[in-house]
């Protein structure tokens, strides 16, 4: 097959890259790299049948040849990103996901949108099914994100109601790996790089809010499956192992075999209180859950890491 990612070169994005070139396929990985990282698609360069473009998806994009497949998974992700990038963030969403749309119109491709739990906002109920609709503050900090994606899964359902189109909707939960930018901003990034650097961990809030966290490989597994499949309704896909930030903190502290001094910051505005998948579909529809517990997953992120800082 022929694959298209758009936000290849980021960390979901070149994970994805790395299982379809291992499968076999040929991959065509775009990415403008404003949130992205050339580095991790660096070692993919070597294959014919990897192809980078540096390409902004919020604009126009034309492909030559066959394509049967589009991963849509360009935009910042991390809530450090877009607060720092509210416009590109709000147009990748919604004119990116337009132009990804069209493309796999134009090629008769499968297109997967990257959604995402933010599409909940601030939870009233947990664990999130898919069918709940979700409280999103608009005009929030994280409004540019939520709405953006919420958009997204609006003019992906269009396409499939009227096009035809052969649509999926993974709705991604927290997850972490190798490969996460080490200026990320998002909890476990901070967390690994404070204590290498020997830095307080930061704790925004008391540290009793809520988040489960799916290893990389699972959540890739997770979405291949879902490809394969024929369910067009979005998908949540993530660890429902739900614990608080202080209950995190205790598992890296395992890890590392010592107790790490923290401070405690302010709790950033609009920032959820809970969440947790509930992955009954995935479980039923696609014979998915993970496997990877989050010692394991954290272990191979810190060596990660740890590769990375000198
Ligand atoms: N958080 C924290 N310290 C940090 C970074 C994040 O306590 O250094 C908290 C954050 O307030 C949130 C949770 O960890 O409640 C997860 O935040 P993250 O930025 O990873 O992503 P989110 O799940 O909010 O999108």
């Not at 994005?13 to 660096?42: K, M, P, Q, W, Y």
Request: proline residues 7%; charged residues 25%; aromatic residues 8%.
């Amino acid at each position: 097959m022929r694959i298209v990612v758009s936000g290849g070169a980021g960390f979901l994005g070149s994970h994805l890259c790395e299982r379809f070139l291992n499968e076999g396929h040929e991959v065509i990985c775009i990415d403008n790299l404003l949130t992205g990282d050339r580095n991790n698609v660096a070692p993919f360069l070597k294959s014919s049948k990897f192809q980078f473009l540096e390409l902004d998806v919020s604009k126009q994009v034309l492909l030559d040849g066959p394509i049967d497949s589009i991963l849509h998974f360009a935009s910042p992700a991390s809530p450090v990103d877009y607060a720092r990038l509210p416009i590109p963030t709000l147009k990748v969403g919604a004119l990116g996901t337009h132009n990804m749309l069209g493309l796999a119109k134009a090629h008769r491709a499968k297109f997967l949108l990257a959604s995402t739990s933010e599409v909940y906002g601030d939870p009233l109920v947990s664990p999130q099914k898919e069918s709940y609709w979700g409280n999103v503050n608009p005009i929030g900090p994280r409004g540019v994100y939520d709405e953006a994606k919420r958009f997204a899964e609006a003019i992906t359902m269009a396409y499939h109601r009227e096009h035809n189109l052969d649509t999926r909707i993974v709705r991604i939960f927290n997850t972490y790996g190798p490969r996460m930018k080490l200026s990320d901003g998002r909890l476990i990034p901070n967390m690994l790089v404070q204590h290498i650097r020997g830095e307080l961990l930061t704790i925004y809030g008391d540290g009793k809010q809520t988040r489960s966290f799916c290893y990389v490989d699972d959540l890739v597994e997770g979405i291949v499956r879902l490809m394969k499949s024929d369910h067009s309704d979005p998908m949540n896909i993530g660890n429902p192992e739900e614990r608080t930030i202080l209950d995190f903190i205790r598992v890296l502290e395992e890890i590392v075999g010592k107790k790490m001094p923290v401070a405690y910051k302010p709790l950033p505005t609009d920032d959820p209180k809970v969440r947790c998948p509930d992955i009954a579909k995935a479980r039923t529809l696609l014979g998915w859950e993970p496997r990877v517990p989050l010692k394991d997953g954290l272990q191979r992120t810190f060596e990660d890491f740890r590769s990375r800082i000198h």
